[in-house]
């Protein structure tokens, strides 16, 4: 069996506009994602951040914890289930409902860079151990 080195030249020469255009959108989609991965994650992880002060009103205590909560359930849901069920879940299932295109899709893969920003699998942000 011998490789035919010169078929998979040509190959690759007549397909470069196809590889090209597809490297173009895989650096899009990968900054994209990440951007707003780092942008959500921040703004998680501040919402966890936020310590319990005793002064506090009763709203804005119950304000501070709902928010926490919501952040909590949030990453729970996102870290408890497989990267690749969530991807098959949210753009094969909801694709059709949500008329989403390949590069909305990319917006599920940013969730799972921002929890590693917005949710330190040390402890929480203000130093204390997790309580989840």
């Not at 998680?44 to 319990?52: H, K, L, T």
């Not at 005793?54 to 304000?63: A, N, S, Y």
């Not at 909801?94 to 940013?110: C, E, G």
């Amino acid at each position: 069996m011998s490789l035919d080195f010169s078929y998979a030249w040509k190959t690759l020469t007549d397909s470069w506009p196809m590889y090209w255009y597809g490297i173009k959108i895989t650096v899009l989609l990968a900054i994209v994602g990440t951007v707003f991965g780092l942008l959500i994650g921040l703004v998680v992880g501040a919402i966890r951040g936020i310590p319990e002060d005793p002064l506090d009103t009763p709203f804005r205590r119950g304000l501070k914890k709902a928010g926490q909560a919501i952040s909590w359930f949030y990453i729970w849901i996102f870290r408890g289930t497989p990267m690749m069920v969530q991807a098959v879940f949210f753009y094969y299932l909801l694709r059709s409902l949500l008329h989403w295109t390949p590069l909305t899709a990319d917006h599920h893969f940013s969730e799972h860079r921002r929890l590693y920003v917005g949710d330190h699998p040390l402890g929480d942000p203000v130093g204390g151990p997790r309580s989840d």
